[in-house]
C-alpha cells in the first residue's frame, strides 16, 4: 500500500497551484491512498524492452507553412479577461 | 409514421425538409420548445442559443430554397459544453470558467456552421469531462430522461439525455475513456468515438490530449455515419489529426455481415455484471451469428490492468492541461489576494470541483520525481503492450464486440461517494482510448425500462466496418426506435 500522508498531499498541491483546506486535504489522502493502491497491479507487468506510447496517430513533427494566419478580435481576448487596463490584462501585483 | 418530430433521424427530417412539409425555423422552434421544457426535469442543457438557433434555422431555409443543401443543413443539433462556440458561453462545466465566451470557433462547429447545421444549446458534462454520470457539473446534476432518479452517465450526459429526450435531433460529445458511449448506451442512444485523430480536437477544452475524441450521438447508425462525414477533417490546428483514409464513414452501411469475424473478449464479462447485461449480450450475438457473422471467443489479458493505465495517463494529462486556469485571462478570479501566486492558488482552490482537484493532485503525483517511473512511464509501457494485444486481435477478428457498460443507469448519489468505484463503470470502454480505436455503442435492450448498450470496436481507421456491423445489427431489432416516456 503506498504512504502517502498530508504532508506529500500539500507539496502536490503546492506544485498544483491549488489551494486546499484541512477537510479536503484529509479527503484527498484518503481517496488517493485507496486509488493508487489499486495501480499496484501494473508493477506486475513485464515493460522489459519496451517504449512507451504517449499518442497513437501515427503523425510525428508536423511542419506548417510559415505564413501569416488571422488574429483572434483582441477585443474578444479582452472582454473574457477578469481585470483589464486599456489594451492590457491587470493582475495582482508579482512580488510583494 | 407517428412518431413526434424531434424523435426522427436525419434522413427522415431531411425528406420533410426538402419537401417544404416543415420549415427549418419550425422544426427549431418546435424543438427549442421541447427542450426548455424537458430541461426543466432533466438538466441536459446549460445554455440555449435561441437567438444562433433561429438565424441559423433561416439561413438553412434559405439555402434549401435555392436548392444546395447538405444532409445536415437545418438540423438542429447541441454541442458538449467542452466545445468551444465562438460568442457563446463555453463553459466545461466547471465554476472555472464560468461566463468565458470563446473568441473562436472549434473546428468541427466551423464544419457544422458551413452546411448550415443549426446549434440550439450547449449540453451539460461533467466538469472537465472527468466523470461517468454528469453529476459532477457545477451547473447541476443531469438526470436520465428514461427514469429521472437515475444518472445519465458521463461525461457526455447532457448530449445522451438531450437526444434521448428529443432536445435535438442529435448531438455532439467528446470521450476521453468512454465518455460518449458510455452514456449514450444508459441513455439508449448510439454514440461513437472515431479513430483517434480523424476528427480535429482544435477547440475541444483539452482533458487528457492523447485519449480525447469528438463524436456523434444520434438516434440511429446512419445518423452517426453523416455527422462523422460532416465534421472529420485533417487540420493544421490539430496535429495529431489525420486525412481519413476513406470518403465516406457510412460506406458500407446496409451490407450483410456475412462471413464477419467477431472477436468476444472474454474479459469484458467482469465480474459483478449485472445478469441482464449478459443476457441482452449474449441475444445480441445470437443476431449477429444468425445473420452471418462468424463469432469466437478471445482473451485479452491485458484488460485488467487498463483502468490503472487510464486512470495514471488521464490525469497526468489533464494536470498539465488544466495549469491554464489562472484567473488571469478568463473565468473566474479572486482578487483578494496578496500576489499574483496567491491569486491564482485560491481561484483555483474555489473554481475547481473535488472530482477536478483530485485527478489534478493524481496527475501531479504520477509525473513528480520520484514517483514519475513507477507510475507515468511504466503505463505508457503497458499503454503500448494494451495496443499490441488489440493488434494482434485484429490480425484474426474485423471486429470485437463487448457490453458498453457492465451494468444500467444507477441511481442518483448512489456512487458518487467512492471515487473509483465511479471509475469502474468505464471498465469496458476505457481499452478503447487507450489505443485509439474507433468504437460504437448502440442500443440493445431494456431491463427494467432502462436502456442497455452494445460496444462494437474496431481496428485503428476501421470506422467503416464498425458502423457496417452497427446498422445490421440495428435493422434486425428495434431497439433505436424506443423513447423514454418524458
Same mark, same amino acid.
Given at each position: 500500500?503506498?504512504?502517502?500522508?498530508?504532508?506529500?498531499?500539500?507539496?502536490?498541491?503546492?506544485?498544483?497551484?491549488?489551494?486546499?483546506?484541512?477537510?479536503?486535504?484529509?479527503?484527498?489522502?484518503?481517496?488517493?491512498?485507496?486509488?493508487?493502491?489499486?495501480?499496484?497491479?501494473?508493477?506486475?507487468?513485464?515493460?522489459?524492452?519496451?517504449?512507451?506510447?504517449?499518442?497513437?496517430?501515427?503523425?510525428?513533427?508536423?511542419?506548417?507553412?510559415?505564413?501569416?494566419?488571422?488574429?483572434?478580435?483582441?477585443?474578444?481576448?479582452?472582454?473574457?479577461?477578469?481585470?483589464?487596463?486599456?489594451?492590457?490584462?491587470?493582475?495582482?501585483?508579482?512580488?510583494? | 409514421?407517428?412518431?413526434?418530430?424531434?424523435? $426522427?433521424?436525419?434522413?427522415?427530417?431531411?425528406?420533410?425538409?426538402?419537401?417544404?412539409?416543415?420549415?427549418?425555423?419550425?422544426?427549431?422552434?418546435?424543438?427549442?420548445?421541447?427542450?426548455?421544457?424537458?430541461?426543466?426535469?432533466?438538466?441536459?442543457?446549460?445554455?440555449?442559443?435561441?437567438?444562433?438557433?433561429?438565424?441559423?434555422?433561416?439561413?438553412?431555409?434559405?439555402?434549401?430554397?435555392?436548392?444546395?443543401?447538405?444532409?445536415?443543413?437545418?438540423?438542429?443539433?447541441?454541442?458538449?459544453?467542452?466545445?468551444?462556440?465562438?460568442?457563446?458561453?463555453?463553459?466545461?462545466?466547471?465554476?472555472?470558467?464560468?461566463?468565458?465566451?470563446?473568441?473562436?470557433?472549434?473546428?468541427?462547429?466551423?464544419?457544422? $456552421?458551413?452546411?448550415?447545421?443549426?446549434?440550439?444549446?450547449?449540453?451539460?458534462?461533467?466538469?472537465?469531462?472527468?466523470?461517468?454520470?454528469?453529476?459532477?457539473?457545477?451547473?447541476?446534476?443531469?438526470?436520465? =430522461?428514461?427514469?429521472? %432518479?437515475?444518472?445519465?452517465?458521463?461525461?457526455?450526459?447532457?448530449?445522451?439525455?438531450?437526444?434521448?429526450?428529443?432536445?435535438?435531433?442529435?448531438?455532439?460529445?467528446?470521450?476521453?475513456?468512454?465518455?460518449?458511449?458510455? =452514456?449514450?448506451?444508459?441513455?439508449?442512444?448510439?454514440?461513437?468515438?472515431?479513430?483517434?485523430?480523424?476528427?480535429?480536437?482544435?477547440?475541444?477544452?483539452?482533458?487528457?490530449?492523447?485519449?480525447?475524441?469528438?463524436?456523434?450521438?444520434?438516434?440511429?447508425?446512419?445518423?452517426?455515419?453523416?455527422?462523422?462525414?460532416?465534421?472529420?477533417?485533417?487540420?493544421?490546428?490539430?496535429?495529431?489529426?489525420?486525412?481519413?483514409?476513406?470518403?465516406?464513414?457510412?460506406?458500407?452501411?446496409?451490407?450483410?455481415?456475412?462471413?464477419?469475424?467477431?472477436?468476444?473478449?472474454?474479459?469484458?464479462?467482469?465480474?459483478?455484471?449485472?445478469?441482464?447485461?449478459?443476457?441482452?449480450?449474449?441475444?445480441?450475438?445470437?443476431?449477429?451469428?444468425?445473420?452471418?457473422?462468424?463469432?469466437?471467443?478471445?482473451?485479452?489479458?491485458?484488460?485488467?490492468?487498463?483502468?490503472?493505465?487510464?486512470?495514471?495517463?488521464?490525469?497526468?494529462?489533464?494536470?498539465?492541461?488544466?495549469?491554464?486556469?489562472?484567473?488571469?485571462?478568463?473565468?473566474?478570479?479572486?482578487?483578494?489576494?496578496?500576489?499574483?501566486?496567491?491569486?491564482?492558488?485560491?481561484?483555483?482552490?474555489?473554481?475547481?470541483?473535488?472530482?477536478?482537484?483530485?485527478?489534478?493532485?493524481?496527475?501531479?503525483?504520477?509525473?513528480?520525481?520520484?514517483?514519475?517511473?513507477?507510475?507515468?512511464?511504466?503505463?505508457?509501457?503497458?499503454?503500448?503492450?494494451?495496443?499490441?494485444?488489440?493488434?494482434?486481435?485484429?490480425?484474426?477478428?474485423?471486429?470485437?464486440?463487448?457490453?458498453?457498460?457492465?451494468?444500467?443507469?444507477?441511481?442518483?448519489?448512489?456512487?458518487?461517494? %467512492?471515487?473509483?468505484?465511479?471509475?469502474?463503470?468505464?471498465?469496458?470502454?476505457? =481499452?478503447?482510448?487507450?489505443?485509439?480505436?474507433?468504437?460504437?455503442?448502440? =442500443?440493445?435492450?431494456?431491463?427494467?425500462?432502462?436502456?442497455?448498450?452494445?460496444?462494437?470496436?474496431?481496428?485503428?481507421?476501421?470506422?467503416?466496418?464498425?458502423?457496417?456491423?452497427?446498422?445490421?445489427?440495428?435493422?434486425?431489432?428495434?431497439?433505436?426506435? $424506443?423513447?423514454?416516456?418524458?
Amino acid at each position: 500500500m503506498p504512504i502517502l500522508n498530508n504532508k506529500i498531499i500539500e507539496q502536490m498541491s503546492q506544485l498544483a497551484y491549488l489551494n486546499l483546506t484541512q477537510e479536503e486535504i484529509e479527503a484527498l489522502r484518503s481517496d488517493l491512498e485507496n486509488i493508487l493502491d489499486k495501480f499496484q497491479a501494473l508493477s506486475t507487468v513485464n515493460t522489459e524492452g519496451i517504449s512507451p506510447t504517449s499518442h497513437t496517430s501515427d503523425v510525428y513533427a508536423v511542419m506548417r507553412e510559415d505564413c501569416q494566419a488571422e488574429a483572434l478580435e483582441l477585443n474578444e481576448i479582452l472582454d473574457n479577461a477578469p481585470t483589464t487596463d486599456g489594451d492590457f490584462i491587470k493582475i495582482r501585483p508579482v512580488l510583494d | 409514421m407517428a412518431k413526434e418530430i424531434y424523435y $426522427k433521424t436525419i434522413r427522415q427530417i431531411r425528406k420533410l425538409l426538402d419537401d417544404r412539409e416543415i420549415s427549418s425555423t419550425e422544426l427549431t422552434k418546435t424543438v427549442l420548445n421541447r427542450s426548455y421544457r424537458i430541461n426543466k426535469d432533466i438538466n441536459s442543457v446549460i445554455t440555449h442559443t435561441e437567438d444562433l438557433a433561429i438565424k441559423s434555422a433561416e439561413a438553412a431555409d434559405k439555402r434549401i430554397s435555392e436548392g444546395n443543401q447538405h444532409l445536415m443543413t437545418g438540423i438542429p443539433v447541441m454541442i458538449k459544453d467542452n466545445i468551444s462556440t465562438q460568442g457563446i458561453e463555453t463553459t466545461a462545466g466547471s465554476k472555472i470558467l464560468a461566463g468565458y465566451k470563446p473568441p473562436f470557433d472549434a473546428t468541427v462547429i466551423k464544419r457544422l $456552421k458551413n452546411v448550415d447545421a443549426v446549434i440550439c444549446g450547449k449540453t451539460n458534462l461533467d466538469e472537465f469531462a472527468m466523470g461517468s454520470s454528469t453529476e459532477n457539473s457545477a451547473y447541476g446534476a443531469t438526470r436520465n =430522461p428514461w427514469d429521472i %432518479d437515475k444518472v445519465p452517465g458521463g461525461s457526455s450526459g447532457g448530449s445522451a439525455a438531450g437526444v434521448a429526450a428529443g432536445q435535438c435531433i442529435i448531438a455532439l460529445g467528446s470521450d476521453t475513456g468512454g465518455s460518449i458511449r458510455q =452514456p449514450s448506451a444508459f441513455c439508449g442512444v448510439s454514440g461513437m468515438k472515431p479513430t483517434y485523430g480523424l476528427i480535429s480536437r482544435y477547440g475541444l477544452i483539452a482533458f487528457g490530449s492523447s485519449l480525447d475524441q469528438i463524436g456523434p450521438v444520434a438516434r440511429s447508425v446512419e445518423d452517426c455515419s453523416i455527422v462523422l462525414n460532416t465534421i472529420s477533417s485533417k487540420d493544421t490546428n490539430d496535429a495529431t489529426s489525420m486525412k481519413r483514409p476513406f470518403e465516406n464513414f457510412g460506406e458500407n452501411l446496409g451490407e450483410h455481415i456475412k462471413g464477419v469475424k467477431i472477436g468476444i473478449p472474454k474479459e469484458y464479462l467482469v465480474d459483478g455484471i449485472q445478469p441482464s447485461i449478459k443476457q441482452a449480450f449474449e441475444k445480441s450475438l445470437q443476431i449477429l451469428e444468425s445473420n452471418g457473422a462468424d463469432l469466437k471467443e478471445i482473451s485479452l489479458p491485458l484488460t485488467d490492468h487498463s483502468l490503472s493505465v487510464y486512470y495514471i495517463i488521464a490525469p497526468s494529462e489533464a494536470s498539465s492541461n488544466l495549469a491554464r486556469y489562472d484567473g488571469v485571462k478568463y473565468g473566474i478570479s479572486i482578487q483578494n489576494a496578496r500576489n499574483s501566486v496567491e491569486s491564482t492558488f485560491l481561484t483555483r482552490g474555489q473554481g475547481f470541483g473535488q472530482e477536478v482537484k483530485r485527478r489534478i493532485l493524481l496527475g501531479t503525483y504520477a509525473l513528480s520525481a520520484g514517483y514519475y517511473d513507477a507510475y507515468y512511464s511504466k503505463a505508457q509501457k503497458v499503454r503500448t503492450l494494451i495496443r499490441q494485444e488489440f493488434s494482434a486481435a485484429f490480425e484474426t477478428f474485423d471486429v470485437l464486440v463487448t457490453p458498453t457498460a457492465p451494468t444500467t443507469a444507477f441511481g442518483l448519489g448512489t456512487k458518487i461517494g %467512492d471515487p473509483y468505484e465511479m471509475y469502474l463503470s468505464d471498465i469496458c470502454t476505457i =481499452p478503447i482510448n487507450i489505443a485509439g480505436l474507433p468504437a460504437i455503442s448502440i =442500443p440493445a435492450g431494456l431491463d427494467n425500462k432502462m436502456p442497455i448498450g452494445l460496444q462494437i470496436i474496431g481496428p485503428q481507421m476501421g470506422d467503416q466496418i464498425v458502423l457496417q456491423v452497427a446498422s445490421n445489427y440495428e435493422k434486425s431489432t428495434n431497439w433505436n426506435q $424506443k423513447t423514454p416516456l418524458i
